[in-house]
Every structure is written in C-alpha cells, then in structure tokens.
C-alpha cells in the first residue's frame, strides 16, 4: 500500500470509502469494517472532490466528511449494526494496516476540514496537487498536514511501575503517562518536564521504545521507557485522577497491547521476568 495525497474529481466505484461525520467514524459492527464501498452507500450524499489517502494495486482509499449522517446508509445497510460511532471506541482492536489507514484518514480529514480557507485573507485555499498540500496565492504558503509530536512513558523502579489514571478512564484502568512536546525542546527534555508536572518525581536512563500514530487529533507518539530516580508522587496538576506505584506482579487494567501504552507496560514486564 502506498501513501498518497491528492483530490479526485471523480471516485470509480471500487473506491475504499472512509467516512466521517461530526468527527465520528462510520462502522459496521457486523462486518467489523470501517471502509465501504460507493455501491453500500446512498451515493447522492457523497459528494466530491475526494480526498484520497492510499493506493493499493490500482484501487484508492479516500477521506470523506459528510455534513450529516442521516440516510447516508443504503437500502440494503443496517442502521442497528452500521453507524458513527468514536474512533477511540475500535482502534486499538485494529490490525496494523487498517490502523494506519483509520487514524490518517482521521487526521487528513481534520486537515482538509481545517484548510477550506486561508487563515490570512480569508479566500477559498487551492489545492496543490504536485505538494499535496493546500495553499492561497496571497502568501504562497503550502498548508501540509500538521503531527503533533507527544511523548509517553513508563517509569520503573525494579519490581514496580508508575502508572496513572484520567477521569475519563474506564474503572480501575491505569496507563503510561504522556504529553505534549512544547515548541522548542527535544523528547527528552519534555519527558522529563511532563513527569515532573504530573506526579512530582524525577527520572533517568531515558531509553526509546517505538512510536504510534495517536489521531486524537493528530498526536505522534514517541514511547519511552525511564527509571525513577527521586521524589515522592504529588498530582501536580489536574491532568491525573491518581497516579500510583503497582507492582508488576499486581497490575490493574492496563490499555491492550495494541496501544503503544500496552506495549511499553509489557515489554517492561517481560524484559524484567529476564533477569
Ligand atoms: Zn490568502
């Protein structure tokens, strides 16, 4: 599968359709599939140009928004099984393929949303097929998509790892925790920052793991793990419900491996059970 970026005029109808609404994906819980075809769907609501976001063996994957959801199903669709629903609710059950296209088809629709109009006169921005971005004449400035780049991390101390919890979590789940990289520093020096903001504690022997694409809206994030070093844990800020020491050996409901959280925690656990 390659990656592209460009408008269609014109959509055949083999077409991959990934459609949003209000920020809100459709799915079809039978099939557990997000990607329809123009056939599935009552057509006259999908209205062009397409923004198409990968090409595999001649057939295209697009981003749509439509402006409402209503009778956007074809006649022989479900509306008990097929409908919007939150992105954040499937993609962690996802395969790697269907991840990326899921959370590039969330970000580049975000993007195209973002960009119909120069943020400084105000005109209809073009789009310029050969940079794949959006730009106005007043400024020549191209408009590519924006990642923003997070770091997340575990933190250990032998037998024990620190984890917190949101208030939007489900009960008793804790995760790694995360933040923005702020304009100007490196992952390091926000990891660090992050730690210290959050739970008071200061850390060390900061060592990279691997990386997730994270399209709420358009995170990257950058996964580390780091060994605490000083401090006792005070929620600094009201980012955190609570934040805790757990024991690798008693752990509460931690995100699925699929999630770049999932896959720190358990990898700690399992290099640790080497030693
Ligand atoms: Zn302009």
């Known amino acids: 599968m390659e990656l592209i970026r460009t408008l269609h005029k014109q959509i055949n109808e083999d077409a991959n359709l990934i459609i949003f609404c209000e920020n809100k994906i459709l799915y079809d819980q039978k099939e557990n599939s997000f990607i329809f075809k123009l056939n599935d769907l009552n057509s006259k609501l999908v209205n062009g140009p397409y923004l198409a976001i990968a090409e595999s063996k001649g057939h295209y994957f697009y981003s749509l928004d439509i402006s409402s959801s209503e009778e956007i199903l074809g006649i022989f669709m479900d509306p008990e099984t097929t409908n919007f629903i939150d992105l954040i609710n499937i993609i962690a059950f996802l395969d790697s393929k269907n ?7 969330s970000i ?8 119909s109009f120069c943020s ?5 921005n073009k789009f310029d097929l050969k940079e794949g971005a959006f730009r106005c ?3 020549k400035l191209l408009n590519y998509p924006i990642i923003s780049p997070c770091i997340i991390t575990l933190i250990h101390n032998d037998e024990r790892i620190l984890l917190g919890r949101s208030k939007f979590f489900p009960p008793n789940m804790y995760s790694t925790l995360a933040g923005f990289i702020e304009a100007g520093e490196n992952a390091e ?3 660090k920052r992050e730690v210290a903001e959050e739970v008071n504690i200061k850390v060390s022997s900061i060592e990279y793991h691997s990386s997730q694409s994270w399209p709420f809206p358009s995170q990257l994030m950058l996964g580390y793990k780091c060994k605490y070093k000083s401090g006792e844990i005070i929620l600094n800020d009201n980012e955190l419900e609570d934040a805790k020491w757990f ?3 008693d752990l509460p409901n931690i995100p699925p491996k699929t999630s770049i959280s999932g896959k720190l925690i358990h990898s700690y656990i399992e290099d640790h059970l080497k030693l």
């Not at 991840?99 to 088809?105: E, K, Q």
């Not at 580049?108 to 960009?115: A, G, K, V």
């Open 99 to 105: 991840f990326l296209l899921a959370s590039r088809a």
């Open 108 to 115: 580049l629709n975000n993007w195209n949303l973002n960009n």
């Open 120 to 124: 400084y006169c105000g005109k209809i």
């Open 137 to 139: 004449d007043c400024k």
């Open 189 to 191: 020096q926000a990891l």
């Open 247 to 249: 024991n690798i050996s």
